[in-house]
């Protein structure tokens, strides 16, 4: 019976997984056929945000598939080994992608540089940008834009990978110590990635200037407070029961830490800039300091959530 559980368990998160990346997976054949049929993909065809989606839809369904195997050798391990395997799968596939494949403006362009423009404003309000204070594209391509762009990936990828093997775990060995922390870690897994995807066809409505709209401001600072409480629940999920330092400061301190990386990335995708959520003292940087009172108020949103959370499943546990 728990054998049947399992291969159930295991044929759903297949379906699950190839059902999600089907439009990524898409994606990165279009990209392959233009390149081999013209040698770039034309502007108006580019699909919006292959990478990093394709190079994660990839590593997420080698991790899955991976699976039976790794809980067989290593059941201890296993997400662990899934992990550091996709993760590996998905730098050798976003690298080849980023340096292979070229999109035809002007003339033909990498697609890291493209990406680049795309972190800014959509893709449909690209030509109408207007840029206040900065404007990246001018100052030429740099790499340190990507701090982000790889930690929203390692997230998703971590998260989505934890839900499916904790679930088999624990079917498999009948231990469900684990099973509310893992519904949250895969509640919180999925909004987040629903919210990337969000982003990605919308950029949360920016128009290009660094001060943005209500609507915009609201939303990202959700998005940069879930990332972190994303990392602060996988951690929990694996600290549960053992003494409170374990259990609830470290996952709070590491979504914090998290979300400080976050706001870090974009100074750097925004030559040492921020975007700003409004106007006067609660929205402007501290003197020399570039973070406003707000900023720190997310950073300690996203702490002050995980540790609810983590108090919840302790005291339940």
Same mark, same amino acid.
């Given at each position: ?26 994606? @990165? ?7 081999? +049929?013209? @040698? ?14 394709? !190079? ?6 080698? @991790?899955?598939?991976?699976? !039976?195997? &790794? ?35 002007? +003339? ?18 690209? +030509? ?6 900065? %404007?990246?594209?001018? @100052? ?13 990936? &390692? ?19 009948? %231990? ?9 870690? /895969? ?37 940069? /407070? ?24 470290? !996952? ?35 003197? /020399? ?7 720190? &108020?997310?950073?300690? /949103? ?16």
């Amino acid at each position: 019976m728990k054998n049947a559980k399992y291969r159930l368990c295991y044929l759903i998160s297949l379906v699950l997984v190839f059902a999600a990346a089907a439009y990524p997976l898409k994606m @990165g054949i279009f990209v392959l056929k233009k390149m081999s +049929e013209n @040698g770039g993909v034309p502007t108006e065809e580019y699909p919006k945000y292959v990478i990093p989606y394709t !190079p994660i839809s990839i590593a997420v369904i080698i @991790g899955v598939l991976l699976i !039976p195997l &790794l809980q067989k050798l290593t059941l201890k391990f296993d997400m662990l080994c899934g992990s550091l395997i996709a993760l590996v799968v998905f730098l050798v596939t976003e690298r080849y992608m980023e340096t292979h494949v070229l999109v035809q403006t002007v +003339e033909k362009v990498p697609l890291q540089s493209w990406q680049l423009s795309l972190c800014m404003v959509p893709p449909d309000r690209f +030509e109408t940008r207007t840029w206040e204070a900065v %404007d990246v594209l001018l @100052g030429g391509y740099s790499p340190t834009f990507k701090i982000h762009f790889y930690l929203i990936s &390692l997230v998703i990828i971590i998260s989505l990978l934890n839900s499916f093997y904790g679930f088999a775990k624990m079917i498999r060995s009948g %231990d469900y110590s684990r099973r509310k922390s893992l519904i949250i870690q /895969a509640t919180t897994g999925v909004i987040f990635l629903g919210m990337c995807i969000w982003a990605c066809f919308t950029s949360f409505y920016r128009g290009g200037e660094l001060n943005v709209s209500p609507l915009s401001a609201v939303l990202m600072a959700v998005f940069f /407070a879930l990332l972190g409480i994303t990392v602060g629940v996988f951690v929990a999920s694996f600290t549960l029961v053992k003494r409170r330092l374990l259990s609830t400061v470290v !996952p709070t301190l590491i979504a914090g830490l998290i979300t400080i990386l976050m706001y870090i990335g974009e100074m750097c995708l925004l030559n040492g800039n921020l975007y700003r959520f409004g106007h006067g003292i609660l929205f402007d940087g501290l003197g /020399a300091m570039i973070l406003a009172p707000v900023d720190i &108020l997310i950073i300690l /949103a996203s702490g002050a959530t995980t540790y609810i959370i983590c108090r919840l499943l302790n005291r339940r546990n």
